[in-house]
T-cell receptor, first 114, second 113 residues
Framework: DSGVTQTPKHLITATGQRVTLRCSPR?????VYWYQQSLDQGLQFLIQYYNGEERAKGNILERFSAQQFPDLHSELNLSSLELGDSALYFC?????????????FGPGTRLTVT | DQQVKQNSPSLSVQEGRISILNCDYTNSMFDYFLWYKKYPAEGPTFLISISSIKDKNEDGRFTVFLNKSAKHLSLHIVPSQPGDSAVYFC????????????FGKGTSLLVTP
């Protein structure tokens, strides 16, 4: 158990809909990262938040957004869903305030868009 | 473009022998490298990491080697155990991107008894 929790575990929804994925980092970790794992693209970085502020952006679509709340949990919002958005979404957290650090991953949310 | 490459999609090793998983990268800004192990339907589990100021890091049965001039790293598992069977991902990070992880596509390791 990494200490990172994600809900829900599974999500099935229709094209055009909007969903919210939730992540709680390990106790004391200020950084949260979101990743998408799809069959053809592998694990890809989407976005990072540190102590409530966006810190880095990766291959995140404009239809996707995220935020980190004062209690440090984070939400990833996916809107106008398309079939190609079906994937595993992972969040990870890390402890260091600056510099490199290992990231600990949650169990993921499997999103299926039909 | 894939900045981290794991060119062997799969590897099969006998129990007790050494497993060597390889990884190449292209971005010279990467200065921190990690290996993760992943089982189906679970999140990646951190195994071991190495900073670019080192060329070797060891943790129990796991050793990571870094060759900066060749932009190559490898993970050695000695001795391999059946419980090591999983997909192994190499990842690299750089300071100019918030240390977000760039992953390879993974190598599926099968350790046979």
């Amino acid at each position: 158990d990494s200490g990172v929790t994600q809900t829900p575990k599974h999500l099935i929804t229709a094209t055009g809909q909007r969903v919210t994925l939730r992540c709680s980092p390990r106790s004391g970790d200020l950084s949260v990262y979101w990743y998408q794992q799809s069959l053809d693209q592998g694990l890809q970085f989407l976005i990072q938040y540190y102590n409530g502020e966006e810190r880095a952006k990766g291959n995140i679509l404009e239809r996707f957004s995220a935020q980190q709340f004062p209690d440090l949990h984070s939400e990833l919002n996916l809107s106008s869903l398309e079939l190609g958005d079906s994937a595993l979404y992972f969040c990870a957290s890390s402890h260091k305030t600056s510099g490199a650090d290992e990231q600990y991953f949650g169990p993921g949310t499997r999103l299926t868009v039909t | 473009d894939q900045q981290v490459k794991q060119n062997s999609p799969s590897l099969s090793v006998q129990e007790g022998r050494i497993s060597i998983l390889n990884c190449d990268y292209t971005n010279s800004m990467f200065d921190y490298f990690l290996w993760y192990k992943k089982y189906p339907a679970e999140g990646p589990t951190f195994l071991i990491s190495i900073s670019s100021i080192k060329d070797k890091n060891e943790d129990g049965r796991f050793t990571v080697f870094l060759n900066k001039s060749a932009k190559h790293l490898s993970l050695h598992i000695v001795p391999s155990q059946p419980g090591d069977s999983a997909v192994y991902f190499c990842a690299a990070s750089a300071p100019n991107s918030g240390y977000a992880l760039n992953f390879g596509k993974g190598t599926s390791l099968l350790v046979t008894p």
